[in-house]
């Protein structure tokens, strides 16, 4: 028995019964390729995370300088918190914007 299924080869997947089981050889193990997906994943957050903390590090960094030389009053760091919040928001909802239209609002 068959199952009719748009974009399959013809149109058909074989019933559950039909399907014959993976034949694994005796002592067969996917642990090292399942290890290495691990590392590269692992490796991944921690290029994530330092790339993060750096950003952290600028923006606290030009925050003080324009802090600091009076460019920026009070107020402006909670104006820029929500425009941030704002860019953020439209990313999560999978908006894409150009920088300007972004940092307009």
């Known amino acids: 028995m068959s199952v009719r299924t748009p974009g399959v080869r013809g149109g058909k997947i074989p019933s559950t019964a039909a399907r014959r089981p993976l034949a694994l050889s005796p002592g ?21 995370n330092s790339e993060l903390v750096g950003l952290y590090w600028q923006i606290g960094e030009h925050i003080s300088k324009k802090l600091e030389s009076a460019e ?34």
Request: aromatic share 6%; charged share 25%; hydrophobic share 50%.
């Open 28 to 48: 067969t193990s996917f642990d090292e390729v399942l290890a290495l997906i691990e590392a590269a994943k692992r490796r991944a957050y921690q290029a994530v």
């Open 72 to 105: 920026w009053g009070e107020g402006v760091v909670d104006a820029l918190a929500a425009a941030i919040a704002g860019i953020l928001h439209s990313v999560r909802d999978g908006e894409v914007q150009d920088r300007g239209e972004a940092c307009a609002r």
